[in-house]
């Protein structure tokens, strides 16, 4: 077992994944002793200028783990649906992103049309990958629930061909009911990763159900996002403005590959 792997084989001390977006969010997350950084696809897409979850950020995605990989930390890589509906591309993919130095990878059913890849597919994508890369950790999400309504039965049937085909770990977003989340897991083989949610259990709750992971998706990308702009607003209309505690000189720190 790697010690990416490990990570979310802890009994009551799930892995809390921050996500990142570019160099210096990475960065600055691994400094304060985060023990594995993520990526987002909506914070990679968007400094692009490019929608997310259409599969158009290929490049990009790659670009960021090339930046990202062989930094000193565990490094999982957002990579959507992979970019292709021909399980050998996807493979090839992910194969450039384990030689950029990524351990894991997120592999998700959803499509930017609002509709689910079907199951044995994705199911497909999973099983070239594992045998191209058997070293990735392949975190296999369903977006069952981000579509809405009880599909507690779609989700077990789609995870357990996931789990089947070799998938390392399961991703359900939108997920956070309890209950819901307690019957799930008496289903699974494998770590269960959960999406933060402000409304949903907090991370020692979700730990006490037994969840392995809890992701925080594009939730730091959108509060960075919203923290610039209140800022810009206050200087704009005369306010006091705190624009953080991160100076100038802790960021080329950062950047330089040290840290304060």
Not at 59 to 67: G, I, N, P, S
Not at 86 to 113: C, H, M
Not at 127 to 134: D, G, N, S
């Amino acid at each position: 077992m790697n010690d990416f792997t490990a990570l979310h084989h802890r009994p009551g001390t799930p892995l809390l994944l921050p996500n990142a977006w570019d160099h210096a969010s990475a960065t600055a997350l691994a400094a304060e002793g985060f023990e594995a950084i993520g990526t987002t696809s909506l914070g990679v897409a968007a400094a692009a200028g490019l929608p997310d979850g259409t599969g158009a950020t290929r490049e990009e995605t790659l670009l960021l783990a090339h930046r990202l990989g062989g930094s000193g930390f565990l490094l999982t890589v957002d990579a959507e649906g992979g970019f292709s509906d021909d399980p050998d591309e996807v493979a090839d993919f992910v194969r450039e992103l384990a030689d950029a130095g990524a351990v894991g990878i997120n592999l998700e059913d959803g499509r930017g049309d609002g509709t689910l890849t079907p199951a044995d597919l994705h199911a497909a994508k999973i099983a070239a990958v594992k045998e191209a890369v058997p070293g990735i950790f392949v975190n296999a999400r369903t977006d069952t629930y981000w579509l809405g309504g009880d599909r507690q039965q779609e989700t077990e049937h789609r995870l357990a061909a996931y789990q089947q085909a070799g998938a390392d770990g399961v991703f359900v977003p939108a997920l956070s009911d309890p209950g819901t989340i307690t019957a799930l897991l008496k289903h699974l083989d494998v770590p269960l990763n959960i999406l933060y949610s402000a409304t949903g259990p907090t991370v020692p709750e979700l730990a006490a159900l037994g969840v392995s992971r809890v992701s925080l998706g594009s939730l730091l990308f959108r509060a960075a996002l919203g923290a610039a702009v209140g800022v810009a607003k206050d200087i704009r209309a005369g306010r006091p403005a705190e624009p953080g505690t991160v100076t100038y000189a802790e960021v080329q720190r950062l950047s330089s590959g040290t840290t304060p």
